[in-house]
C-alpha cells in the first residue's frame, strides 16, 4: 500500500519567514496530494491541494509543488504569522478506486514566534 | 452547503463499557464516510471507510465495528472498551470519486479511565 513521509516533524521559525514542509509517496499511481492544518484540539482543515496534472499550485501565501518523478511534494509558507502555528498533515490518494482513500504523513509542528 | 457533526464533543467511558459515536452529513448525497482516530501528538489512521448503506470496509483489526444504517449516518461502536481505545476520534466524508477532498467533522475526543 502507499506510504507517506513527512519532513521535518518540528519546524520553528520567526514571523515572515518562509516554512517548507516536504513529503515523500512510495505509490506511483497516487494522483492526488491535499494539506491539511490542525490547530490544538480542533478539526483538520483542507488548506490546499495538487493534482497529478499539475506542477504547481498557489492560493495567497500558500504553495504547493509537486514532483512526480522523484514521488515527492511539498507546502511552502511565505511571510509566515503566528496564526500559522499548528500541526500540518500532508496526504496522498491513488485515487483510482471509489473511495478516495487517503494516506497521511505523520505531520509537522508548525511553530511561528513573533 | 455541506455540513458535518458528530456527538458527542467529549466522553469519558471505563474499560469495559460499550461505545457509540455518530456521524452526520448534511447538504449531500450518497458521501463517502471514514473514521479516523488520532492518538495524542500523532497522526491520523483510517479505521473505517464507507460507500453507501450497509457498505463497510476496515482498515485495521481492532476493537471497534462502524454501521451506515443511513446514507449520510455513520457510527462507530465497540462492545467492550479498551484502555487503548482513547484518542480523538474524527469521521470525514468526500463526494463519490476517488481522490476527491475529504472533510473532516469537529471530532469527538475519548477518554477511556
Known amino acids: 500500500g502507499e506510504n507517506v513521509e513527512q519532513h521535518p516533524s518540528t519546524l520553528s521559525v520567526q514571523e515572515g519567514d518562509s516554512a517548507v514542509i516536504k513529503c515523500t509517496y512510495s505509490d506511483s499511481a497516487s494522483n492526488y496530494f491535499p494539506w491539511y492544518k490542525q490547530e490544538l484540539g480542533k478539526r483538520p482543515q483542507l488548506i490546499i491541494d495538487?493534482?497529478?496534472?499539475?506542477g504547481e499550485k498557489k492560493d495567497q501565501r500558500i504553495a504547493v509543488t509537486l514532483n512526480k518523478t522523484a514521488k515527492h511534494f511539498s507546502l511552502h509558507i511565505t511571510e509566515t504569522q503566528p496564526e500559522d502555528s499548528a500541526v500540518y498533515f500532508c496526504?496522498?490518494?491513488?485515487?483510482?478506486?471509489?473511495?478516495?482513500?487517503?494516506?497521511f504523513g505523520q505531520g509537522t509542528i508548525l511553530t511561528v514566534h513573533p | 452547503s455541506q455540513t458535518i457533526h458528530q456527538w458527542p464533543a467529549t466522553l469519558v467511558q471505563p474499560v469495559g463499557s460499550p461505545l457509540s459515536l455518530e456521524c452526520t452529513v448534511e447538504g449531500t448525497s450518497n458521501p463517502n464516510l471514514y473514521w479516523y482516530r488520532q492518538a495524542a501528538g500523532r497522526g491520523l489512521q483510517l479505521l473505517f471507510y464507507?460507500?453507501?448503506?450497509?457498505?463497510i470496509s476496515s482498515e485495521v483489526p481492532q476493537n471497534l465495528s462502524a454501521s451506515r444504517p443511513q446514507d449520510r449516518q455513520f457510527i462507530l461502536s465497540s462492545k467492550k472498551l479498551l484502555l487503548s481505545d482513547s484518542g480523538f476520534y474524527l469521521c470525514?466524508?468526500?463526494?463519490?470519486?476517488?481522490?476527491?477532498?475529504?472533510?473532516f467533522g469537529p471530532g469527538t475526543r475519548l477518554t477511556v479511565t
Open positions: 470525514a466524508w468526500s463526494v463519490q470519486a476517488g481522490g476527491s477532498e475529504q472533510y
Open positions: 496526504a496522498a490518494s491513488t485515487g483510482g478506486t471509489s473511495y478516495g482513500k487517503l494516506t
Open positions: 495538487i493534482r497529478s496534472n499539475v
Open positions: 464507507s460507500v453507501g448503506i450497509g457498505q
